[in-house]
């Protein structure tokens, strides 16, 4: 299936700071899908982009979809402790399912 | 709303000895049902999924078997676990066939196997 190649793999920054990461495909996606996954827990659905160059907020989140489809971008805006997670983009498998990136692990310090 | 529990959410097994991971979805009906393994706590492997009652696609040829008896009903199994077998295993499901659907997940199970 497609690659997807998340980075930065780690993030350690202080609360207030803003936050950036991106996911990168080997091939075209009609879809990117942003997820949040806490310690112990499932992941959790942040953001669908659906289209080419779509820019799209969640609250402090904002994500957008590449113009190449081959990338996505998620950033969030002045980070709280309770940010601190892993986040995964990922996109359709051919067929039914999500493909994963390997996940951005997110700490922050108060 | 649609809900989605799998229990158990925590098991320690011993090597050799079966498996049995249930999970269940409310307020929906025929979704897609996916069974998805997490190592180290990094990285989401599709392991099965399901587009209706006894239909079963496998991604992954392993140790691990999974069954749909009704619509909202997916349960992963094993005869004989072995130690890679150890992870945490995800549950989800979809509203949409074609590859699109957003896909929401269950709390998890975390097994051990010894």
């Known amino acids: 299936g497609q690659q997807l190649n998340q980075s930065p793999q780690s993030m350690f920054i202080q609360e207030g700071e803003d936050v950036s990461m991106n996911c990168t495909s080997s091939?075209?996606?009609?879809?990117w899908l942003w997820y949040k996954q806490e310690p112990g827990e499932g992941p959790v659905l942040l953001i669908a982009?659906?289209?080419?160059?779509e820019l799209t907020s969640n609250g402090r989140l904002t994500a957008q979809f590449g113009i190449t489809r081959k990338d996505s971008f998620l950033n969030i805006s002045a980070s709280i402790p309770s940010d601190v997670g892993i986040y995964f983009c990922?996109?359709?498998?051919?067929?039914?399912?999500?493909?994963f990136g390997k996940g951005t692990s997110l700490l922050v310090t108060p | 709303s649609q809900t989605i529990h799998q229990w158990p959410a925590t098991l320690v097994q011993p090597v050799g000895s079966p498996l049995s991971l249930e999970c269940t979805v409310e307020?929906?009906?025929?979704?897609?049902l996916y069974w998805y393994r997490q190592a180290a706590g990094r990285g989401l492997q599709l392991l099965f999924y399901?587009?209706?009652?006894?239909?079963i696609s496998s991604e992954v040829p392993q140790n691990l078997s999974a069954s749909r008896p009704q619509d909202r009903q997916f349960i992963l199994s094993s005869k004989k676990l072995l130690l890679s077998d150890s992870g945490f295993y995800l549950c989800?499901?979809?509203?949409?066939?074609?590859?699109?659907?957003?896909?929401?997940f269950g709390e998890g199970s975390r097994l051990t196997v010894l």
């Open positions: 989800a499901w979809s509203a949409i066939s074609g590859g699109t659907g957003e896909l929401f």
């Open positions: 399901s587009v209706g009652i006894g239909q």
């Open positions: 982009l659906y289209k080419a160059g």
């Open positions: 990922a996109g359709p498998e051919s067929g039914y399912a999500l493909n």
């Open positions: 091939s075209i996606f009609n879809t």
């Open positions: 307020g929906t009906s025929n979704p897609n």
